[in-house]
Each structure stands twice: as structure tokens, then as C-alpha cells.
Nanobody
Framework: QVQLVESGGGLVQAGGSLRLSCAAS????????MAWFRQAPGKEREFVAA???????YDADSVKGRFTISRDNAKNTVYLQMNSLQPEDTAVYSC?????????????????WGPGTQVTVSS
């Protein structure tokens, strides 16, 4: 079992940066694939980025070159560094985990979810 709690969201102006953190419980964190998803008002949840246990990363085309996912297994934490934020990045960002070592971009493949943190980008 894994419990996830996100932090670091907030209000930022367009062009600004935020770093989200996701703290995970459980002794086997290093074996989990971790991901970030986001859901904007009135839209479906979408994949943002994922990172395998070994550190291989996958990014959505919409965030390539702007967002970076990373993890610190010693701290049981995964991060999402978000740069050059735009109003269209406004959403609730959620951390997710799956025990399979193969990352996935599909929401249904992740068994564990955090409650989410709000990111609002003003123009």
C-alpha cells in the first residue's frame, strides 16, 4: 500500500515556475513507477509525466521542455519542476503510483492517488 500527499501548488504569473512535491509512504517506494496527472476545470484528467524506478522519464508533448519529473528514493518523494507556466497549465495536479516497473500514460493503470494540489497560472 502506498499513500501519497502532494504539496507546492499555488498561484503564479504566466512565465513563472513552481515545484510540486509528492511524499509517499511505504518502504517499497523505490519499486514504484510514479506519475503526475492534471485535471483542468471541465476537462478530463490528463497525463503529464512519469518516472520509472530507475529514473527513466516520460513527458506529455504539451509539457516537453518546460516540466521535469524527478524522484528521490531516499526521501520517498517525487517532484515536478514546472517552468514557463502558462494559463493553460491551470489545473489540479495529482500524483499517482503503480507497482509495475513499466511506466504508463494511462490513468487506469495507476492504483494509488494523492488528493491533488491546485496550480493556478494568471495571465
Amino acid at each position: 500500500q502506498v499513500q501519497l500527499v502532494e504539496s507546492g501548488g499555488g498561484l503564479v504569473q504566466a512565465g513563472g515556475s513552481l515545484r510540486l512535491s509528492c511524499a509517499a509512504s511505504g518502504r517499497t517506494f523505490s519499486r514504484y513507477t510514479m506519475a503526475w496527472f492534471r485535471q483542468a476545470p471541465g476537462k478530463e484528467r490528463e497525463f503529464v509525466a512519469a518516472i520509472s524506478w530507475s529514473g527513466i522519464t516520460y513527458d506529455a508533448d504539451s509539457v516537453k521542455g518546460r516540466f521535469t519529473i524527478s524522484r528521490d528514493n531516499a526521501k520517498n518523494t517525487v517532484y515536478l519542476q514546472m517552468n514557463s507556466l502558462q494559463p493553460e497549465d491551470t489545473a489540479v495536479y495529482s500524483c499517482a503510483a503503480r507497482s509495475n516497473v513499466v511506466p504508463s500514460t494511462m490513468e487506469k493503470d495507476y492504483a494509488y492517488w494523492g488528493p491533488g494540489t491546485q496550480v493556478t497560472v494568471s495571465s
